[in-house]
């Protein structure tokens, strides 16, 4: 489960969210919801261990926050983040699958394993490869919004975490789009994953955690770059912004 009292991050600009309390069993779906500006990615970073926050207690299938963060990092999965797990636009969908069975692969693993994986995580997506416009070959720049999003959820799903990220889940969908965005991720939740999806306007039945706007758009983005890290130390949050870069590409590698 996922529980959290009075989490928080302030940044060098300022409080990025905070005042987050809530409690949620394992397999819930979760909705993070707010304006875009107001620290509902950060939010979501935090609780997948990808961010330190600096105020409150949380804690993660047992594990605490921030204290634990690399054991919450491997228990959980990320949809695409833009400059941490985007998707890349020139790969194709089979391509993106290919990588990141390489990357989840075992010892022990064998390609019938991997077949199943993959068939497994597209199943549970909603992502017929047979309806794309050219099958496992279309490229991501050729992917509608919502095929986009249902192969992050394909990749994410892959190594079997226990909680799942997604950013922007409604991001430029539509009515109908949208609902089945959120039906996919409904049924992720059913399957015993909790969800946490970052959203504008969040469905009837999520659990809805809602991000405050303590801070401008500008600095929560500035902050975002700043406090991603894996490892940094209690006083990362005064870094300045050539630092930040770093930290940006450390998380990505993360």
Known sequence: MI???GYGLRGPRGRVFGEVSFSAPAGTLIAVEGPSGTGRTCLMLAL?????ATEGQAEVHGHPLPRRMPAVRRISAL????????LEPALTVAEHLRERVLLQ???ASRAARDRA???????????DLDSLVKGERTAVRDLERLEALRLGVALALLPRPQVLGIDDVDHKLGDTDR????????SVADAGTTVLGVCTRAPGDALVVPTRATGTAQDTTADLTADLTTDRTADATEETE???VD?????RRA
Do not use: H, N, Q
């Open 3 to 5: 529980t959290a009292e």
């Open 48 to 52: 997948t261990g990808r961010m330190k």
């Open 79 to 86: 949809g695409p983040v833009d400059g941490i797990s985007a």
């Open 105 to 107: 692969r075992r010892f």
């Open 117 to 127: 994986d993959v068939a497994a995580a597209l199943k549970a997506s909603g992502l």
């Open 179 to 186: 609902e089945l965005a959120w039906s996919m991720l409904r």
């Open 242 to 244: 050539e630092v930040a």
């Open 247 to 251: 930290a940006r590409t450390e998380a």
